[in-house]
């Protein structure tokens, strides 16, 4: 069933001097926003509880209860958290506008009002929680699908070991001499015969059965069985009944030998598993759906960063296709490998909460605003934690810039607390930023790239991943993918 989100645009304005209070409401509602407005603390407190709004511009300096403590209360709250705030405040030095990022705050616009730049800095914020939510609604819906696969699935296996108690088992003896062949009466119903005294004298007779595309393999096993007489043969192969059905079968046979150790018959087990084969060709299928819609919800996430921070189109891309080439250099299991390509075709995902002007800003950040990069991989665990990947997506995103020294972030891991996958992609993380062109800088080349990750080596980066990726570059002739060619990922 498709998710249903509320219509974007409505704000909740808090200010206890009515003079700012009108003019944020006007200059808003001249924009075609929705307004709420409420004069303190409490009252925006209560508006809130009445009804979620999808943004709020909150003052700090009111009485009673001050903006960050209404921060604080609705970012306690697991039903109010997500709601992006925005500081307006006369408060203009360092450390409140420090205060009011860490208390969870999405801006702040210093006192007096500048219409366009509030325009502008709102406009930019409902963008961005417009497209969270849709985001969110993507999602929601993809892990409705995967988890209904997930159950259909689960069935599917139960119906396959439910499979493997039934169908019809019979025996069968040729004569090795005469090449007659004898059959329990099972043998005929699964052969869609009705059950007789003897199949016929020739081993001709007993293979017509057999599917055409089958019958030189079962031959052959056959026969090199009664070549060996000590070893046993075991086939699956289909068979084709009068009515033109065509069922699959199991059979495993071995040599009778007389008391001189002279083979003297060829005699074995024949079972129908054709219920088994179509649980297993279903339980294929739906695990093939399954990886389908992984990818797709993929490439929503990924086409979704895109979007906000055109200046790195294609560092995802790029990025999965160095990790998967290292991983796969490094003899990981397919799986695995595969893995690693989701996580890092969403690594940054995280980035959908970061102001747009942040990302593509040409200078310098200040340390606030890396402050606020830095939430990106604890952002980008929240907003795929629900997702039901078969690898560990999630920790991925979340660790792809913690550091074998504990330096990276968020969570200052160290070395084996940070799983295999997210140490590749940190690797190839750090050599596609720097060897590709950003806002704030040129390319630095893929030389310094490789130096640093040289340096780095067994300090912050894995050495094992590093001299892998190092050998790629310099030996294998690896080059990152063009633009035509990142699609191929997906």
């Known amino acids: 069933m498709k998710l249903k989100r509320k219509q974007q645009n409505e704000i909740l304005v808090v200010d206890d001097t009515p003079a700012n209070l009108k003019l944020l409401v006007d200059i808003l509602i001249s924009q075609g926003y929705k307004i709420r407005p409420?004069?303190?603390?409490?009252?925006?407190?209560?508006?809130?509880?009445?009804?979620?709004?999808?943004?709020?511009?909150?003052d700090i300096m009111m009485p009673d209860i001050d903006g960050f403590e209404v921060c604080r209360?609705?970012?306690?709250?697991?039903?109010?958290?997500?709601?992006?705030i925005i500081f307006i405040s006369a408060l203009d030095a360092l450390s409140d506008r420090v205060k009011g990022f860490d208390m969870g705050g999405v801006d702040y616009i210093s006192k007096p009002i500048q219409p366009e730049e509030l325009i502008v800095r709102v406009r930019n914020h409902m963008q961005l929680r417009n497209m969270q939510l849709h985001q969110e609604e993507l999602v929601a819906e993809r892990t409705q699908e995967l988890l209904h696969s997930n159950e259909v699935l689960l069935k599917s296996q139960r119906h396959l070991e439910q499979a493997e108690q039934i169908g019809?088992?019979?025996?069968?003896?040729?004569?090795?001499?005469?090449?007659?062949?004898?059959?329990?009466?099972?043998?005929?119903?699964?052969?869609?015969?009705?059950?007789q005294a003897e199949v016929s004298g020739k081993i001709e007779d007993c293979l017509a059965h057999i599917h055409p595309e089958d019958k030189k393999n079962v031959d052959d096993a056959r026969s090199e069985v009664i070549s060996n007489p000590a070893d046993r043969y075991k086939s699956e192969h289909r068979i084709i009944r009068p009515d033109g059905t065509v069922?699959?079968?199991?059979?495993?046979?071995?040599?009778?030998?007389?008391?001189?150790?002279?083979?003297i018959s060829l005699i074995a087990t024949i079972k129908d598993i054709t219920e088994?084969?179509?649980a297993q060709q279903k339980e294929l299928d739906n695990a093939k759906l399954i990886h389908k819609m992984m990818l797709e919800t993929i490439?929503?996430?990924?086409?979704?960063?895109?979007?906000?921070?055109?200046?790195?189109?294609?560092h995802q891309q790029r990025v999965a296709d160095l990790s998967m080439a290292i991983a796969e250099k490094m003899g990981l299991k397919v799986s695995v490998v595969e893995g690693i390509k989701l996580g890092a075709l969403i690594h940054d995902i995280g980035k959908i909460y970061i102001p747009a002007e942040i990302l593509s800003r040409p200078g310098k950040l200040t340390d606030i605003e890396f402050?606020?990069?830095?939430?990106?991989?604890?952002?980008?665990?929240?907003?795929?934690?629900?997702?039901?990947?078969?690898?560990?997506?999630?920790k991925m995103i979340l660790q792809h810039h913690e550091r074998l020294d504990g330096s990276g972030y968020p969570n200052g891991l160290k070395e084996k607390e940070i799983i295999l996958e997210a140490k590749i992609i940190a690797v190839a993380d750090v050599v596609e930023a720097m060897a590709s062109h950003r806002p704030y800088r040129a390319s630095l080349g893929i030389n310094i790239a490789l130096e640093e990750i040289k340096q780095g080596s067994g300090s912050k980066y894995d050495a094992e991943v590093v001299q892998y990726c190092?050998?790629?570059?310099?030996?294998?002739?690896?080059?990152?993918?063009?633009?035509?060619?990142?699609?191929k990922l997906m």
């Open 38 to 58: 409420a004069s303190n603390g409490k009252q925006a407190l209560n508006a809130v509880a009445a009804r979620k709004p999808d943004l709020i511009l909150l």
């Open 73 to 84: 209360e609705l970012k306690d709250n697991k039903q109010t958290q997500d709601i992006p």
């Open 168 to 195: 019809h088992t019979g025996n069968w003896e040729r004569d090795i001499a005469t090449d007659a062949c004898f059959c329990s009466d099972e043998v005929f119903r699964i052969f869609g015969l009705e059950p």
């Open 247 to 263: 069922r699959f079968v199991y059979e495993e046979g071995k040599i009778n030998c007389d008391s001189s150790g002279k083979a």
């Open 276 to 278: 088994r084969k179509l």
């Open 299 to 314: 490439q929503v996430l990924s086409a979704t960063i895109e979007k906000r921070d055109p200046y790195v189109t294609g």
């Open 371 to 394: 402050e606020l990069i830095k939430t990106h991989a604890q952002v980008g665990l929240d907003i795929i934690k629900n997702v039901k990947f078969t690898q560990p997506i999630a």
């Open 470 to 487: 190092v050998s790629l570059f310099n030996e294998g002739g690896y080059t990152f993918p063009a633009s035509h060619e990142l699609k």
